[in-house]
C-alpha cells in the first residue's frame, strides 16, 4: 500500500483544481499504463460504451505492449464518428483511480469508508453466506439485484435474481427508458417488440417522411450519431419542429417551427395539437374508426385544447402553434423523443398525448413513419435473449414477491420482463421487501433527495457494490465493493446494428483483479450453490454464457460463426421482405387475428388497464407538482422555473469526472441562466450562485449566462458530487410509471 491520496482527496483535489494528480491505495501506478511509443503496433476493434447508447459507435484501438495506446474512429462503421467521450474512454481505462481489488469495510456503513483488501474467495463467500442468509430467514425476494446505467450486465444479473428466487431485479431505467415503454403498452397492448420499436423510431430517412417532430430530446448534445443521420433527413427536405423550452443546437440545425413551451406543458400542447388537426379534418379517419377505441371520448376532451387555451399554458403563441398544425398534412410524421420525455410529474400522460398523434395522422407502421420492427430477433434491451436471462421460464412462479407491486400497479403488470420500479427503494428497505442487495454500477446521485437511498443502502443487512472506482456518495453507504472490468476488457452480451450481429471481445486483459460483470454474476451464481445455471463461475464461464445467449437467438448462427467473422458481423436473413399495417395483416398478436395486444384489441385513446387499476383513462394534461399555476404561493418564493440533467456533451451522468480531457473541457457544475434573470440577481457569467427549491435544500454551482434558456427559467447540469442537482427535485412521482420530476420545479439562485 502506497501513502496515498484516496479518491475521496483525489475527488476533492479535481473538484479544487481541475488537475488530476496522485497515487494511492487503490490507485492504479499511472507510468506502468503506459507503452513505449517505439513498440510495435497492433490494431484491435470494439465498441465505445461511455454513453451506454445503442447502438454503440465503432472504436479502433492501437495497442502496444498489451495496453490501449490511442483510440480512433472505426471506418466502414454505421457509427464512425466519435464524440469528445468516446476518444477519453482511454482515459478511463488507465484512470489512476481504478478500483483494482475487492475490499470489504472496516468502519461502520454512513461514514467515511476505510476498505480492507480482501481475496475474491473471501468476498464470495461472504456474498453467499449473506444472501442465503437472507434468502433463509426471511425469502429470497428480499435481496434486490440491481444495476445503474451500465447496460450490459442486465441479462446475467436477471438470471441470477431469477434463478436464485428473486423477481426483484431494477436499474436506472426506472428513470429512464421504461416510461416510453409503459406508454406504448398503454397505447397498443404489452407485446414488447411492437412497443419498444414504436417509441424509438428509427431516423431512417425515407422520402416518404413529411415531417419530422424532435419533442424533448437534444441529439446534438446528447446522441451525436443520431444528429448526424437526422441532417440527411433534413437535407432530404424533411420539415421539422422542435418542441423544447430551450434553444438548443438541435433547434438551431434543424427547427423549421420552434414550440418554446414551459417546461412540463407538453400533454397540454399535443392535446392542442391533436385539437387543431381534428378541427381541419387532417386526421386519418379509417384508422381512428377501424383502430381507434374511446375515440369519441378523446375527441370530446380534446375540443377544450383550443389554440388559445393551449397558448395559454404552454406559452407558445397562437400563430406558431397554427404553423406547427398546419405542417402534419400531406404524409406520415415521425416524434423523435427521448427517454427525459418521462421526467414530469404527468409524464406517463403527456407521453400518451402526444404519441396518440402517430396514428391520429396515419403515422404508424407505413413508409416514412414509426415503423413496427419487422421479424424481430428475440434479444432484450440490452442485446442478450429473455431465454438466456430465465425470465419466460421462472418469472410467472415469482413474480406476485415483486416489491412494486403495491406502489405502482400499472408497471408491475404491464412489464413481462421482470424489471421493478426502484424508485422506492427507501421505502423497500423501510418495509422489510429489500434487506440485501447487489449492486452494479449504481450511483445514488441519480435519485431525487438522494440521501434517502444512501439511507437505504445503508439499513440493509449487507450490499455490495461492482464499479470501476471507489464513488463515496455511493459506496460509503456499502459493505463490500468489487473491482469491475471496463468494456475493453470484456466481452459484450452482443452488439446488434439491425440484423448485423458483432461479437466484441476483450482487446486487453483486466487491470489488476477487476473482472468483467458477466463473470463475477456468474462467480456469485456458483458460490451461492447454483453454479449448474452459472457453468462453475472462473474465467470460462463468460464464454460459456455467450454461447448460451448466441444458441437461444435461435437464428441459425453460433457463437463460433460470430468469432470466425470477427471484427466483421454476420447478418441474419429475414424471411420475407418488409411488411407494412402488421396489425391488419394479423402479425402482432400471438392468436395471429388483426388487432392489437391491448385489453380491447385496439390503440386505446381511452385505456382500459388504466381505467381498472383506477386511473383516468384518457390521456389527461396535469400542471406540475410545483408551478405558478399549481403553487403560487410557493411560486413568490421561488420564481424561477427549473430543468435538471440535461444532457451536456462531455460527461454521462456522474461519469467521467477523473478523466483529465473531460474535466478540461467542463471543470465545474453548471447552471445556465438567462442574462435577464441573472441581471435581476446582480449575477455575473461565471459567478458561483447558491441555488434552492421547495425541497429546502441548497447547492452550488457556476452561473453561465446564455439565452439558451428561457427568461425565467435555469437549467441545471447533473452528476456533480459537489452540486447534486437532485437534492432540489421532490420525490413527487408519476402515479402511473413512478419516474421523478426531474425537468419540473421551481427554485431561486442568489449570488454565493
Ligand atoms: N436530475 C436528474 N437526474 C437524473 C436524470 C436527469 O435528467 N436529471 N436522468 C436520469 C437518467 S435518464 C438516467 S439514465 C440516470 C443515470 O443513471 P446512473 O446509473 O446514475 O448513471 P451513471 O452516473 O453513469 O452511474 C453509473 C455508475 O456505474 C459505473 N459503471 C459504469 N459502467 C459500468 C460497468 O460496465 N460495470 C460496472 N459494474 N459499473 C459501471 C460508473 O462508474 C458509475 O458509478 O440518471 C437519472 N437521474
Ligand atoms: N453527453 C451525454 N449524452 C447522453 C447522456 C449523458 O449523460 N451525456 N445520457 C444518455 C441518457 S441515459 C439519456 S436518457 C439521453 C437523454 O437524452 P435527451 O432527452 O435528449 O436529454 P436532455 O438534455 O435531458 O433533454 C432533452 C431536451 O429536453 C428539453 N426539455 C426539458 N424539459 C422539457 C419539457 O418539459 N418539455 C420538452 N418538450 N422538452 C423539455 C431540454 O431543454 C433538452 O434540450 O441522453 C443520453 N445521452
Ligand atoms: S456518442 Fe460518444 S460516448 Fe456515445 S457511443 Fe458514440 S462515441 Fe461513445
Ligand atoms: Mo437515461
Redesign the pocket.
Given at each position: 500500500m502506497s501513502t496515498a491520496i484516496s479518491r475521496r482527496s483525489f475527488l476533492k483535489m479535481v473538484t479544487a483544481t481541475g488537475a488530476v494528480a496522485g497515487t494511492g491505495f487503490f490507485v492504479y501506478p499511472g507510468k506502468e499504463a503506459l507503452a513505449a511509443s517505439s513498440a510495435p503496433e497492433e490494431v484491435k476493434y470494439s465498441h465505445c460504451v461511455m454513453?451506454?447508447?445503442v447502438p454503440k459507435c465503432g472504436i479502433k484501438a492501437i495497442i502496444k505492449e498489451g495496453k490501449i495506446f490511442r483510440i480512433e474512429k472505426r471506418e466502414g462503421y454505421l457509427n464512425n464518428l466519435l464524440?469528445a467521450?468516446g476518444l477519453s474512454s482511454l482515459q478511463e481505462i488507465y484512470e489512476p483511480h481504478r478500483l483494482l481489488y475487492p475490499v470489504k469495510r472496516t468502519n461502520p456503513k454512513g461514514e467515511p469508508s476505510k476498505w480492507q483488501r480482501i481475496t475474491w474467495d473471501e468476498a464470495l463467500q461472504t456474498i453467499a453466506e449473506k444472501f442465503n442468509g437472507v434468502k433463509e430467514k426471511y425469502g429470497a425476494d428480499k435481496v434486490l439485484f440491481i444495476a445503474g446505467?451500465p447496460k450490459e450486465p442486465r441479462s446475467i444479473l436477471q438470471r441470477l435474481a431469477f434463478t436464485f428466487g428473486s423477481p426483484n431485479t431494477g436499474t436506472?431505467s426506472s428513470t429512464?427508458?421504461t416510461a416510453n415503454e409503459v406508454t406504448s403498452k398503454l397505447l397498443y397492448g404489452k407485446e414488447w417488440y411492437t412497443a419498444s420499436s414504436i417509441t424509438t423510431p428509427g431516423i431512417a430517412p425515407t422520402p416518404d417522411t413529411n415531417c419530422c417532430f424532435i419533442?424533448?430530446?437534444?441529439?446534438a448534445?446528447?446522441?451525436?450519431f443520431s444528429f448526424d443521420r437526422m441532417r440527411n433527413l433534413k437535407k432530404r427536405g424533411v420539415k421539422f419542429v422542435v418542441?423544447?423550452?430551450?434553444v438548443?443546437p438541435?433547434v438551431h440545425s434543424f427547427a423549421d417551427i420552434h414550440?418554446q413551451?414551459?417546461?412540463?406543458?407538453?400533454g397540454a400542447?399535443a392535446l392542442g395539437l391533436a385539437h387543431m388537426i381534428i378541427r381541419d379534418g387532417n386526421y386519418d379517419k379509417d384508422m381512428v374508426e377501424m383502430w381507434v377505441h374511446g375515440w369519441d371520448e378523446y375527441r370530446e376532451y380534446v375540443r377544450q385544447f383550443t389554440p388559445e387555451k393551449t397558448a395559454e399554458i404552454t406559452g407558445v403563441p397562437v400563430d406558431r402553434l397554427e404553423k406547427a398544425a398546419a405542417m402534419v398534412p400531406g404524409g406520415p410524421i415521425i416524434i423523435k423523443?427521448?427517454?427525459?420525455?418521462g421526467?414530469?410529474s404527468n409524464g406517463v400522460n403527456n407521453y400518451r398525448a402526444m404519441m396518440m398523434l402517430v396514428p391520429l395522422t396515419g403515422s404508424l407502421d407505413v413508409p416514412g413513419g414509426h415503423s413496427i420492427v419487422n421479424e424481430p430477433l428475440p434479444v432484450d434491451l440490452w442485446e442478450a435473449t429473455y431465454e438466456f436471462a430465465r425470465s419466460p421460464e421462472l418469472l410467472p412462479k415469482i413474480r406476485h414477491l415483486r416489491a412494486d407491486q403495491e406502489y405502482f400497479p400499472v408497471w408491475a403488470d404491464l412489464d413481462e420482463q421482470g424489471t421493478i420500479q426502484v424508485n422506492m427503494l427507501p421505502e423497500y428497505v423501510r418495509d422489510g421487501k429489500v434487506r440485501a442487495a447487489l449492486a452494479l454500477g449504481v450511483n445514488t446521485m441519480m435519485w431525487p433527495q438522494a440521501h434517502e437511498y444512501k439511507k437505504a443502502f445503508q439499513d440493509m443487512e449487507f450490499a455490495v457494490a461492482v464499479d470501476f472506482h471507489e464513488n463515496p456518495w455511493t459506496h460509503d453507504y456499502v459493505d463490500m465493493l468489487l473491482p469491475a472490468a471496463v468494456s475493453f476488457e470484456r466481452s459484450a452480451p452482443l452488439t446488434i446494428y439491425g440484423r448485423n450481429i458483432f461479437l466484441r471481445e476483450p482487446i486487453v486483459k483486466p487491470l489488476g483483479e477487476a473482472r468483467s460483470d458477466w463473470r463475477i454474476c456468474c462467480d456469485i451464481g456458483t458460490a451461492l450453490g447454483l453454479g449448474e445455471y452459472f457453468y462453475g463461475g472462473g474465467e470460462e464461464a463468460e464464454e460459456k454464457c455467450l454461447r448460451e445467449v448466441v444458441r437461444t437467438l435461435h437464428a441459425g448462427i453460433s457463437y463460433d460463426d460470430l468469432r470466425a467473422a470477427s471484427p466483421a458481423p454476420v447478418a441474419i436473413p429475414m424471411k420475407s421482405g418488409p411488411k407494412f399495417k402488421k396489425w391488419e395483416l394479423g402479425m402482432l398478436r400471438p392468436d395471429g387475428k388483426p388487432g392489437f395486444t391491448s385489453t380491447t384489441g385496439k390503440i386505446e385513446f381511452v385505456s382500459e388497464f388504466l381505467r381498472e387499476r383506477g386511473f383516468d383513462p384518457l390521456p389527461v394534461y396535469r400542471e406540475p407538482v410545483y408551478s405558478p399555476v399549481s403553487t403560487p404561493e410557493e411560486r413568490k418564493k421561488y420564481t424561477l422555473l427549473f430543468?435538471s440533467?440535461?444532457?451536456?456533451?462531455?460527461?454521462?451522468?456522474s461519469?467521467g469526472r477523473g478523466t483529465p480531457w473531460l474535466r478540461q473541457l467542463q471543470p465545474d457544475p453548471l447552471v445556465r441562466m438567462n442574462p435577464v434573470d441573472a441581471e435581476a440577481r446582480g449575477i455575473k457569467h461565471g459567478d458561483w450562485v447558491l441555488l434552492t427549491s421547495p425541497m429546502g435544500k441548497e447547492i452550488k454551482m457556476k452561473a453561465r449566462l446564455t439565452n439558451i434558456v428561457l427568461p425565467g427559467c435555469v437549467?441545471l447540469i447533473?452528476?456533480w458530487v459537489q452540486a447534486d442537482c437532485n437534492l432540489l427535485v421532490s420525490r413527487d412521482f408519476d402515479p402511473i410509471s413512478g419516474f421523478p420530476p426531474y425537468?419540473?420545479g421551481l427554485c431561486e439562485i442568489r449570488k454565493a
Open positions: 454513453c451506454n447508447h464524440c467521450k446505467d436506472e429512464c427508458y419533442w424533448g430530446n437534444n441529439p448534445w446528447a446522441m451525436p418542441v423544447d423550452p430551450r438548443t438541435t414550440l413551451l414551459r417546461p412540463g406543458t407538453d400542447m423523443t427521448a427517454p427525459a420525455f421526467h414530469h430543468n440533467g440535461s444532457r451536456e456533451p462531455f460527461y454521462t451522468h461519469k437549467d447533473h452528476g425537468k419540473e
